[in-house]
């Protein structure tokens, strides 16, 4: 049985929001092996966004229970980084059954701590699975290089070796696919780790670690300490933490990025997005507009890589009626319920602060093709819900388009020609992700060479690359210059090292010279 035993079955109603249970549990902290209760006075509420129940509560982690995992880590690397790599892979074969054999269970505390539909809460599982069977082939992506006789009887060849101890800090919108994304990696390699998760939905990130200890990692090799602002400035500012993996904002990554790396600290930052679809009139009409809904709605808006701008050219304007007739059919409710297209919003600050931008929308000359704002969704009264929102005639200095608005709502901007389309995306600061719909070649041949976008979709609404490519967000949606997962997310975890060496010719047998070598 779970050490963690959340109440999902708890999933009340209207009758009573912010129902507080007598004794919500504690999240426990992951140190050296051991699950083990903080013994901070200081915690937040992780709150079901459907309801307002108070499902457990995660505590702001000592300094001292965080020193104790970071020297836990750090003696677990000694033996770690000698084991073989085989034996390492093993333990993420066993992994990967274990989360198959536990996905509903995992499915079920993400749909109760952070809202999306039960389906998708199984997609966000699966795609960090993904990750664990790619990192049970290490050993090949790990392997270094070797040329003979660079010079006389000299040959070089290069090693990855694992960094030590690495630490990854994670967002809300992925509770299990993110923390996927790093510590399989991480650990594979050979290193030891420290994960802080969201202190919004922290439950996935100790299931998780269950399974993974279940399935043979050892003592300290995987480590978690909830938090904040607190934690995550110490583990930028530890000296025995190598590398940095964060996802999330960009006002918490590029603060992270700076601070982690001014310890001189390797650091990735995956951050904010605003994701842009081109449709061009000669595209599949039906194919497109179905994407963009799902795209720009599915999981309410809170993905990277949602499609939150549409941009129309020449005729596809017209398809604006189609779009909100499209959004009006889906079906908002609590994740849990079967016929859910969508969930809430991760919180009420979240709603507030979405609705605020429509409302900015509007008030700076947009058109509210379709208003989600007051959605009713009977039996989840006090949830955080917002309907489909479709805004047209948006242009690019107002607010609602500069700010990502990670909610359910999809901006609807035009252009005369492809080449004006790609300016309007290019002109914006953020390249996590764009599409183009069309079914010209020579149109998708232009837009794949000419956006500035780091994955890009050729009728595909959100192209996110398989764990055999890497994550490759551009411009202000990524920092760092090796990306996550992939080769890059190998190479990210792991030092090379190039040896040299020589066994003819030894030193002491020829005489002294003393210019550059050379060959
Ligand atoms: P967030 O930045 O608020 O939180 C992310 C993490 O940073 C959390 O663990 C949090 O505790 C910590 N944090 C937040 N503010 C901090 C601060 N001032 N100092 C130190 N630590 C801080 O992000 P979020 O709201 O959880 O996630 C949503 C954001 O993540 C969106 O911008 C989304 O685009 C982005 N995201 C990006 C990707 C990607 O791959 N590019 C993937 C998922 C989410």
Not at 42 to 67: G, R, Y
Not at 357 to 372: F, M, T, Y
Request: proline residues 5%; contains cysteine; glycine residues 8%.
């Amino acid at each position: 049985a779970s050490i963690f035993a959340f109440r999902s079955s708890h999933f009340s109603t209207a009758a009573d929001p912010f129902s507080k249970q007598p004794n919500p549990p504690s999240v426990p902290n992951l140190i050296g092996g051991a699950f083990a209760k903080s013994q901070s006075s200081a915690s937040i509420d992780v709150i079901n966004p459907a309801t307002q129940e108070i499902v457990s509560q995660v505590p702001l982690t000592t300094t001292e229970e965080f020193k104790a995992a970071v020297s836990a880590a750090k003696k677990a690397f000694q033996s770690w980084r000698n084991t073989p790599v085989t034996a390492r892979q093993r333990v993420m074969f066993k992994l990967q059954e274990l989360i198959r054999r536990d996905i509903d269970k995992l499915a079920l505390n993400i749909t109760t701590e952070q809202g999306k539909t039960l389906k998708d809460a199984h997609g966000d599982v699966f795609r960090g699975l993904e990750v664990v069977e790619h990192a049970c082939g290490t050993a090949t992506l790990q392997m270094g290089e070797y040329v003979s006789n660079v010079s006389n009887g000299i040959d070089t060849y290069s090693v990855r070796e694992p960094l030590g101890v690495c630490a990854g800090i994670c967002p809300f919108n992925f509770p299990a696919m993110i923390p996927l994304w790093m510590f399989p990696v991480a650990v594979t390699c050979g290193n030891t780790f420290i994960l802080k998760p969201s202190e919004k939905d922290p439950g996935a990130s100790v299931i998780l670690a269950e399974l993974a200890m279940e399935a043979g990692l050892p003592d300290g090799v995987l480590n978690i300490v909830h938090g904040t602002n607190d934690i995550v400035n110490a583990i930028c500012d530890d000296d025995d933490i190598r590398a940095v993996s964060f996802v999330g904002s960009n006002t918490a990554g590029m603060h992270i990025y700076s601070r982690a790396a001014a310890k001189g600290k390797r650091v990735q930052t995956n951050m904010g997005a605003k994701n842009h679809a081109i449709i061009m009139p000669d595209a599949s009409t039906e194919a497109t507009l179905n994407a963009l809904v799902a795209a720009g709605f599915g999981a309410a808006g809170q993905r990277c890589m949602a499609l939150s701008t549409a941009v129309f050219v020449g005729d596809s304007k017209s398809w604006e009626n189609k779009l909100v007739e499209a959004a009006k059919g889906l079906k908002v409710n609590a994740g849990t319920e079967p016929d859910a297209d969508l969930g809430p919003v991760i919180s009420r600050q979240a709603k507030e602060r979405i609705c605020k931008l429509i409302q900015s929308g509007v008030e700076s000359g947009a058109k509210l093709l379709l208003d989600g704002r007051t959605i009713a969704v009977p039996g989840y009264e006090h949830g955080n819900f917002i309907g489909p929102t479709i805004i047209s005639n948006v242009t690019a200095d107002m607010e609602c388009y500069k700010e990502e608005i990670f909610g359910p709502v999809l901006l609807c901007m035009e252009a005369d020609s492809l080449d004006e389309a790609i300016s309007i995306v290019n002109r914006n600061k953020y390249g996590n992700g764009a599409s183009i719909f069309t079914t010209s070649g020579v149109a998708a041949r232009k837009f794949q060479t000419e956006i500035e976008a780091g994955q890009v979709g050729i009728n595909v609404p959100i192209p996110v690359p398989l764990p055999f490519f890497s994550f490759t967000g551009n411009k202000a949606s990524f920092a760092g210059d090796l990306n996550f997962y992939g080769k890059a997310g190998v190479n990210f975890f792991t030092q090379i090292k190039t040896v040299t060496q020589q066994w003819k010719n030894l030193p002491g047998s020829s005489a002294v010279n003393l210019a550059m070598p050379t060959s």
